[in-house]
């Protein structure tokens, strides 16, 4: 059985997603990961933001292992958490422990990770959450290690529960 390990540049995600016009169901996206490749583990990198605990907890729920980012809050008021150091060093860290690695990002600053990691035969998907718009430093890679998160909207969609009174 693959132990494989998922690493997810949640802004990347959730922005791309979006920007599609969907919401991203965090609990199927976990079930799709460990049903489709094998992931025991996976990884979300978050900007830590007061009030959004019960976020934080939903996506634990869900079986995500979050990894936090002080944010910045910037005179506009645009928040920022860039977690791609983190990530990176996430993925080297943990190296020993999975056989392979799903990175979950369209951006271009992942270029050395998904470079070595395929150079190491320790990747097994770079899943991109928007096709239509994603760094073409990752368009540079052979394809069968790209895949793409928006051609899951029918699967991965997020509906609202009915409420029954």
């Not at 025991?40 to 079986?63: E, R």
């Not at 002080?70 to 060093?89: H, M, Q, R, S, W």
């Not at 994603?134 to 609202?160: C, H, M, Q, V, W």
Request: charged share 25%; proline share 2%.
């Amino acid at each position: 059985m693959k132990n494989n390990y998922a690493f997810i540049d949640s802004q990347n995600l959730n922005l791309s997603i979006k920007e599609l016009g969907w919401n991203l169901d965090f609990k199927k996206f976990r079930q799709y990961l460990k049903d489709k490749y094998h992931v025991s583990k996976a990884f979300l990198f978050v900007g830590l933001i007061a009030g959004n605990n019960d976020l934080y907890k939903s996506l634990q729920d869900a079986g995500f292992v979050l990894i936090f980012k002080p944010t910045l809050t910037y005179k506009n008021g645009l928040i920022k958490g860039n977690c791609d150091a983190e990530l990176v060093l996430q993925a080297m860290i943990e190296l020993p422990h999975y056989h392979k690695a799903v990175l979950v990002t369209g951006d271009g600053d992942f270029h050395c990770l998904v470079k070595y990691l395929i150079q190491e035969k320790k990747l097994e998907k770079l899943l991109i959450p928007n096709q239509g718009k994603y760094s073409a430093l990752l368009k540079k890679f052979p394809s069968e290690f790209l895949g793409f998160i928006s051609d899951l909207k029918k699967k991965l969609n997020y509906t609202r529960k009915k409420r029954t009174s």
